[in-house]
């Protein structure tokens, strides 16, 4: 059974910086597209961003040069590190675990509880 948990939420200020991680267990995570989804009250999800297997990586336009998705296939975690947070980034942030980028951005495969991540003015 696929167990992604994440981990690396809290409190910051706008301007800073939060790490999330994912680990996942249950699964050849090397063989997997990973990726990050956050939803805000009252917003639908969104993709922030992925990374495949090969290590090519997608980002949402809104966090495009500020957050770097990674992953340790050795530590079968992934990582997003958040920088020059913004209020508008606040959410719960989800670990996803897809066969394929496409399954990623379908919002199919595995998904984790989430972190909440808030960003004050």
């Known amino acids: 059974q696929v167990r992604l948990v994440e981990s690396g939420g809290g409190l910051v200020q706008a301007g800073g910086s939060l790490s999330l991680s994912c680990v996942a267990s249950?699964?050849?995570?090397?063989?997997?597209?990973m990726g990050w989804y956050r939803q805000a009250p009252g917003k639908q999800r969104e993709l922030v961003a992925h990374?495949?297997?090969?290590?090519?990586?997608y980002y949402a336009d809104s966090v495009k040069g500020r957050f770097t998705i990674s992953r340790d296939n050795a530590k079968n975690t992934m990582y997003l590190q958040m920088d020059s947070l913004k209020p508008e980034d606040t959410a719960a942030y989800y670990c996803?675990?897809?066969?394929?980028?496409?399954?990623?951005?379908?919002?199919?495969?595995?998904w984790g509880q989430g972190t909440q991540v808030t960003v004050s003015s």
């Open positions: 996803v675990q897809g066969d394929s980028p496409l399954q990623v951005e379908n919002g199919a495969g595995y």
């Open positions: 249950g699964s050849i995570f090397s063989a997997n597209t």
């Open positions: 990374i495949t297997i090969e290590g090519s990586t």
